[in-house]
């Protein structure tokens, strides 16, 4: 059942329901995917089944339609969290990724129509400065550089670019870009697992 208050946000609501809709895989075939794949459907560690599988996604889903914390989904979730390191990387990655989605589904939508760029805002410390933590330190790279929503491969470099990537996309309304340079194209590219166009992050895509 759909929380009432998710009725005030069109895009998170969207996103909680594509995220319900997500297929259950094994984990071999989840690893077979393609990126834009995975992101329409359901893995964990090789030692679940399919309906260990189910009851995390579920209880991830109820965790983002109710903006509950780690330990709640700890909580849900049971014995299948017991590590509170796996627990936490359980949380981080998958409402980051359901998050971004219902972000990106305003910025690409009808609210973010008057702002046809984006920038990429990185998280400037000592933690992007290392390329065990950023890769390439891609973050520090691309971080003020600003791309035209149209563009599909700089949609590539929306965060994340890589695991536990903490940077943000900001958008450029037509005025501000013409007094900026918009890049066509990067040298650097994402992380493995990260290199793929965010818009499969959205339900529908592009609208």
């Known amino acids: 059942m759909i929380p009432a208050w998710l009725n005030e946000f069109p895009s998170l609501k969207a996103m909680y329901q594509a ?56 909580d849900l979730a049971g014995p299948l969290l017991e590590n509170p390191a796996y627990a936490d990387l359980v949380y981080r990655v998958n409402t980051t990724s359901a ?23 990185a998280v400037i410390d000592s933690r992007n400065d290392e390329d065990t933590e950023c890769p390439n330190t891609i973050c520090r790279a691309l971080d003020g550089k600003v791309f035209a929503k149209t563009n599909s491969a700089g949609r590539h470099l929306l965060p994340p670019v890589h695991f536990q990537c903490r940077c943000i996309a900001e958008e450029v309304d037509e005025q501000e870009a013409s007094t900026l340079s918009v890049q066509t194209s990067f040298h650097l590219r994402p992380a493995a697992g990260w290199d793929f166009d965010k818009l499969s992050l959205i339900p529908g895509g592009l609208r």
Do not use: C, H
């Open 99 to 121: 998050f971004n989605g219902a972000k990106y589904g305003e910025m690409f939508g009808r609210l973010g129509a008057a702002y046809p760029y984006w920038r990429f805002n």
């Open 19 to 74: 995220w319900m809709a997500r297929e259950v895989v094994a984990i071999e075939v989840f690893n077979a995917m393609t990126e834009e794949m995975r992101s329409q459907s359901f893995s964990a560690v090789v030692t679940m089944n399919d309906n260990q599988r189910q009851r995390l996604l579920d209880a991830i889903g109820k965790t983002i339609s109710e903006g509950l914390t780690v330990k709640d989904l700890r």
